[in-house]
């Protein structure tokens, strides 16, 4: 399994990111993907996660109407389009494959992981 995360970058305060996230060798019994981050000096937080099936989302409370997962099963690939990006959202973005649970915000309960993507916002 691999996952690879892409579109990170550099953007300043209320600006706009759309991370990618292509899962390939993900068996289909995987229940759902979460993005996480880890900003520097901080602990890897939950961001956002989504199923695979039915496509519920579950949103951190201070991404909320900020950011939107989706995903594409034909291509096995997942989007995190991050919008009014502040500051606070600098951090290495991360996806990961779930193979159990609903909508997951515990890395230990995450499978796969990705290298990860940097994410700066500067004020």
């Known amino acids: 399994v691999q996952l690879d995360e892409s579109g990170g970058g550099l953007v300043q305060a209320g600006g706009s990111l759309r991370l990618s996230c292509a899962a390939s060798?993900?068996?289909?019994?995987?229940?759902?993907m979460g993005w996480f981050r880890q900003a520097p000096g901080k602990e890897r937080e939950f961001v956002v996660g989504?199923?695979?099936?039915?496509?519920?989302?579950l949103y951190e409370d201070s991404v909320k109407g900020r950011f939107t997962i989706s995903r594409d099963n034909a291509k096995n690939m997942v989007y995190l389009q991050m919008n009014a990006l502040k500051p606070e959202d600098t951090a290495v973005y991360y996806c990961?494959?779930?193979?159990?649970?609903?909508?997951?915000?515990?890395?230990?309960?995450?499978?796969?992981w990705g290298q990860g993507t940097q994410v700066t916002v500067s004020s």
């Open positions: 989504i199923t695979w099936i039915s496509g519920e989302t």
């Open positions: 990961a494959a779930a193979m159990g649970g609903f909508l997951p915000k515990l890395e230990r309960e995450y499978d796969y």
């Open positions: 060798g993900l068996p289909f019994t995987s229940s759902g």
